[in-house]
């Protein structure tokens, strides 16, 4: 029981904690791209952290706002709306399997919540549903703009979701099971059996799918702020505001999830197999810590070199030695302990528990990198035009999912 | 026992949220509920060992069917005095004690079946390949003219759809 | 324990809801929801029955079933939203010209 409440909060737990460094990397890159430093104001005594303290800010002022509900709005649903949107972005992680299950005393441990037998189905399923807390967060505010936004995020995500079925159907028939831990097991280490190589078709779909249905440009236009205002949550404040926010970027975060366990094979480390791992786990160990030390150290010395006296002519001067000394300490200190203590021995607990960690760590940044696609298209493309968003949707994406089902079933049967 | 109090919590729930759904006003709402009720029935079929038809109930119903309501209702935008509800006459009466009698009459007869505790299921019942395999053999026929049903289906909408 | 029984019950139940829905109501809109009650206690009398004999024929029908009111539903909503566009109306009361 335990062990089940565990696997349910961890991921959930997980992905609260990278929400709001999501939000400060969008901040920052949206920055970059557009060539302006980005948020660098909050501190705490002096200290600013390159702007990530203002994620810490915006949320005490979320939760310490009035919670505003206007009195034209049909107050249930009103509530609910947020809630529906949030529950749904975050129950899907059910059914992602974040390692290579391992052995307990004879018992297989599964790192995913829910080993569903139909598990995409489940995805699908829930996916779905989260059309009605946008569609219902539109009408309770009984607001013109909040309807239309909502008509349009429920018409738009109508429109994906059948694409992003016939995608999802073409990489179930190249695996061959509906259950997402057998599907990352078909695509091996092996980087060209990952479903992107052998499928880049569905792969695009897929792509373009889940950015629409997580509501992010180029395909905002249920909230599209120039001619909506805000779209559905536009009557909404405070942490309700805020939920929709964060669904948002939980959907992101889901999305790149799946790209990854589907298209990129999921935990699996490329070129390294389970059995590679863990047969070399010992050796493996020495030489992960030692290159964390090395990275640890690079970054800290990278760090130190910005120190120029007087740049500013305040705190801010010795921010980078804050960071950067200990860094370069810990660095050091952990290069220094893998190199002197030698070889680890490790059992054979501790052997599969090494492969598991190391599949699991390149697993989020796998997700990582994706959710920084996200970010990057977002500040990089126009919004599309209502009727080209259709367009596409109908006339481009459903043909091309049909004719990459045809073809990978054609391909499959040969 | 848990088996029992999940049985009443869902079958309750999706009792109680028919029943809502039927004596709203705001069509929204029923909808609304209506989607309660079909979760209620999915986990339900889950406790009967139909993991299948469980995530399709929800898929299908609550996924594809009630949004599409819910999207009609919203397009309609039916102002509220169009759904005030009349008053009780005997015709509704009459009808409330027809609907009884019509429950009580099912409900006796299907209290003829004799009481057997449900066995134990074989391995894999009511998972996707035990189901897909039935599909795709013993009922494939029926199953290839559900595509002609839906293509109907599509047609017909398109055509009632369509504007002069 | 939960037998066989209880299952039906609940079906007979919810069906007998739906009939009243589909009786009760003048809303089009709720007369088509109403409906998909009908088909889901149908659904559910099968799934029970097909748990009991141990059989999964009934899985199969009551997908097809689903296929039937995913049709229905387009149908049904195609109908509500022409005969809006032609008189503002969606009572069934209002619409009883065929009847005479």
Not at chain 1, 61 to 64: E, P, Q, R
Not at chain 1, 197 to 215: G, H
Not at chain 1, 270 to 275: A, N, V
């Given at each position: 029981m335990l062990v089940l409440i565990l696997k349910i909060l961890i991921p959930f737990l997980l992905i609260f904690n990278l929400l709001p460094l999501l939000i400060w990397v969008e901040r920052k890159g949206s920055a970059y791209i557009q060539d302006r430093r980005g948020p660098n104001r909050a501190s705490f005594f002096g200290i600013r952290l390159g702007g990530l303290l203002h994620t810490i800010s915006d949320v005490i002022?979320?939760?310490?706002k009035e919670d505003i509900i206007p009195a034209h709005v049909n107050k249930p649903f009103f509530i609910l709306a947020p809630f529906l949107v949030l529950f749904v972005a975050c129950v899907t992680y059910a059914v992602i399997p974040f390692a290579h299950p391992i052995e307990i005393n004879g018992g297989i441990f599964t790192f995913q919540a829910a080993d569903l037998n139909v598990g995409i189905l489940y995805i699908l399923a829930m996916s779905s549903l989260g059309v009605f807390g946008v569609l219902l967060a539109g009408w309770s505010s009984n607001n013109?703009?909040?309807?239309?936004?909502?008509?349009?995020?429920?018409?738009?995500?109508?429109?994906?979701?059948?694409?992003?079925?016939l995608a999802l159907l073409s990489v179930l028939l190249l695996g061959g099971s509906l259950e997402l831990s057998a599907l990352i097991d078909d695509q091996t280490a092996a980087v060209w059996r990952w479903n992107f190589?052998?499928?880049?078709?569905?792969?695009?779909?897929?792509?373009?799918?889940?950015?629409?249905?997580?509501?992010r440009l180029p395909f905002d236009l249920p909230e599209g702020e120039s001619e909506l205002v805000a779209g559905y949550h536009v009557e909404y404040s405070s942490m309700k505001f805020a939920m929709f926010f964060m669904a948002e970027y939980a959907h992101m975060i889901v999305g790149s999830a799946l790209i990854t366990?589907?298209?990129?094979?999921?935990?699996?480390?490329?070129?390294?197999?389970?059995?590679?791992?863990?047969?070399?786990?010992?050796?493996g160990l020495f030489m992960v810590l030692l290159a964390h030390g090395v990275l640890f150290m690079i970054i800290g010395f990278f760090l130190l070199g910005k120190f120029k006296s007087g740049k500013y002519g305040d705190k801010r001067d010795y921010e980078v030695i804050v960071i950067?000394?200990?860094?370069?300490?810990i660095g050091l200190a952990l290069g220094l302990y893998t190199l002197l203590h030698g070889s680890f021995q490790l059992g054979d607990m501790g052997r599969q528990v090494f492969a598991a960690v190391l599949q699991f760590g390149v697993f989020m940044a796998k997700i990582l990198f994706f959710c920084w696609v996200f970010i990057w298209i977002r500040w990089t493309l126009p919004r599309f035009r209502y009727d080209q968003l259709m367009h596409l949707g109908w006339k481009v994406m459903i043909p091309l999912g049909l004719a990459s089902v045809a073809g990978t079933a054609i391909v499959m049967v040969l | 026992m848990s088996e029992i109090f999940l049985?009443?919590?869902?079958?309750?729930?999706?009792?109680?949220?028919?029943?809502?759904?039927?004596f709203q006003t705001n069509p929204v709402a029923s909808a609304i509920y209506l989607v309660g009720a079909f979760f209620g029935l999915a986990a339900l079929y889950v406790l009967l060992s139909a993991p299948f038809v469980a995530v399709l109930q929800v898929l299908v119903y609550a996924g594809a069917i009630m949004v599409l309501f819910t999207f009609v209702i919203m397009l309609l935008n039916i102002r509220k005095e169009e759904l005030v509800y009349d008053r009780v006459t005997w015709r509704k009466t009459a009808v409330v004690l027809t609907a009884l009698f019509f429950a009580g009459f099912l409900i006796w007869h299907f209290l003829k079946i004799p009481v057997v505790p449900f066995a134990p299921v074989e391995e894999g019942f009511g998972e996707v390949h035990k189901v897909g395999r039935l599909m795709f053999s013993k009922y494939l026929i029926p199953f290839e003219l559900t595509s002609v049903l839906l293509l109907v289906a599509i047609i017909g909408a398109l055509v009632l759809g369509k504007k002069e | 324990m939960i037998t066989i029984h209880h299952y039906l019950i609940l079906s007979a139940l919810l069906f007998t809801l739906g009939l009243l829905g589909v009786v009760i109501r003048k809303n089009l809109l709720i007369v088509l929801m109403s409906l998909e009650v009908l088909m889901n206690a149908i659904n559910l009398l099968l799934i029970a029955v097909s748990r009991y004999l141990g059989r999964m024929d009934g899985h199969v029908v009551a997908f097809f079933i689903m296929t039937v009111a995913a049709a229905e539903a387009g149908i049904g909503l195609a109908i509500v939203v022409t005969l809006f566009r032609n008189r503002r109306t969606i009572k069934t009361t209002d619409w009883r010209i065929m009847g005479g």
């Open positions: 002022k979320l939760i310490t013109k703009y909040s309807l239309l936004g909502g008509l349009r995020s429920s018409a738009q995500m109508f429109s994906y979701e059948i694409a992003m079925g190589i052998r499928n880049p078709l569905a792969f695009i779909l897929f792509l373009t799918a889940v950015f629409a249905e997580a509501n366990a589907l298209f990129f094979g999921g935990w699996q480390v490329p070129f390294l197999s389970t059995e590679f791992l863990r047969t070399n786990a010992e050796s950067g000394l200990p860094m370069t300490v | 049985f009443y919590l869902f079958g309750g729930l999706s009792v109680l949220m028919t029943l809502l759904m039927i | -």
